[in-house]
Antibody
Framework: EVQLLDSGGGLVQPGGSLRLSCAASGFTFSNYAMNWVRQAPGKGLEWVSAISGSGGSTYYADSVKGRFTISRDNSKNTLYLQMNSLRVEDTAVYYC??????????????WGQGTLVTVSS | QTVVTQEPSFSVSPGGTVTLTCGLSSGSVSTSYYPSWYQQTPGQAPRTLIYSTNTRSSGVPDRFSGSILGNKAALTITGAQADDESDYYCVLYMGNGIWVFGGGTKLTVL
C-alpha cells in the first residue's frame, strides 16, 4: 500500500525557515517524480515544486523560486522541501504528491495528508 | 501568464450527469497538457480521479471519466451521488517541469 506521510509544518515568523519532509513507502521511491502542492486557507491548490526520480532535475513555481529548495534522499525514501525567507502568503497546508507513472508528465496519484505551515509574527 | 480556467460552481441532480471543464486563458487544451483531475472535500487531502487525460486512478469508479471536449479537458460524472459533492480541480502540464492548477469547481448535488 502506498503511503506518504508529511511532517515538519509549524508556526514561523516572516523571514524564517522551515524544512518539510514526506516519508514514502509501498512503492519504489526512486522510480517516481515527486511534487509539493500547497493550499492556502480557503483557497485552491497551487503546485509548488517537483523533483525527478533521481533528484537530478528540479522545478519550481515562480512564487517560490529562489526561496524554496526541493530535494530527496532515495536511500531513506524521503522527500524534502526547504523553505527560506518565508512570507505571510506562504501560509498553507503543504501536500506531497507522487507522480502517477514513471513518466513525470502524467500527473499525480497518491497524496500525503498535508502539513500546515503558518507564517506570522 | 497562462491561466487555467474552471467553472467556479456547478450543480447536478442525484443520478444525473455533469461535465466539468478545464481550459486555458489563451489556447486549447490537448492531450499534450496531460490534464488530470482531483476531488477534495473540506479538511481532506485531494484524491486523484483521472490522470493523463483519461486514465482512472486506482479504485476510482467508472462513473468518472476524462476526455478532451473541443478545446478543453473535461471530467464527466455519470449517475451523480450525494457524496460526489466536493471541490474538483484540474491541473495541466505546461512543459519544462511546470504544472498549473485551475481555480477549482465547487460541485453541488441537489
Amino acid at each position: 500500500e502506498v503511503q506518504l506521510l508529511d511532517s515538519g509544518g509549524g508556526l514561523v515568523q516572516p523571514g524564517g525557515s522551515l524544512r518539510l519532509s514526506c516519508a514514502a513507502s509501498g512503492f519504489t521511491f526512486s522510480n517516481y517524480a515527486m511534487n509539493w502542492v500547497r493550499q492556502a486557507p480557503g483557497k485552491g491548490l497551487e503546485w509548488v515544486s517537483a523533483i525527478s526520480g533521481s533528484g537530478g532535475s528540479t522545478y519550481y513555481a515562480d512564487s517560490v523560486k529562489g526561496r524554496f529548495t526541493i530535494s530527496r534522499d532515495n536511500s531513506k525514501n524521503t522527500l524534502y522541501l526547504q523553505m527560506n525567507s518565508l512570507r505571510v502568503e506562504d501560509t498553507a497546508v503543504y501536500y506531497c504528491a507522487k507522480g502517477a507513472t514513471t513518466r513525470p508528465r502524467e500527473g499525480f496519484d497518491y497524496w500525503g495528508q498535508g502539513t500546515l505551515v503558518t507564517v506570522s509574527s | 501568464q497562462t491561466v487555467v480556467t474552471q467553472e467556479p460552481s456547478f450543480s447536478v441532480s442525484p443520478g444525473g450527469t455533469v461535465t466539468l471543464t478545464c481550459g486555458l486563458s489563451s489556447g486549447s487544451v490537448s492531450t499534450s497538457y496531460y490534464p488530470s483531475w482531483y476531488q477534495q472535500t473540506p479538511g481532506q487531502a485531494p484524491r486523484t480521479l483521472i490522470y493523463s487525460t483519461n486514465t482512472r486512478s486506482s479504485g476510482v469508479p467508472d462513473r468518472f471519466s476524462g476526455s478532451i471536449l473541443g478545446n478543453k479537458a473535461a471530467l464527466t460524472i455519470t449517475g451523480a451521488q450525494a457524496d460526489d459533492e466536493s471541490d474538483y480541480y484540474c491541473v495541466l502540464y505546461m512543459g519544462n517541469g511546470i504544472w498549473v492548477f485551475g481555480g477549482g469547481t465547487k460541485l453541488t448535488v441537489l
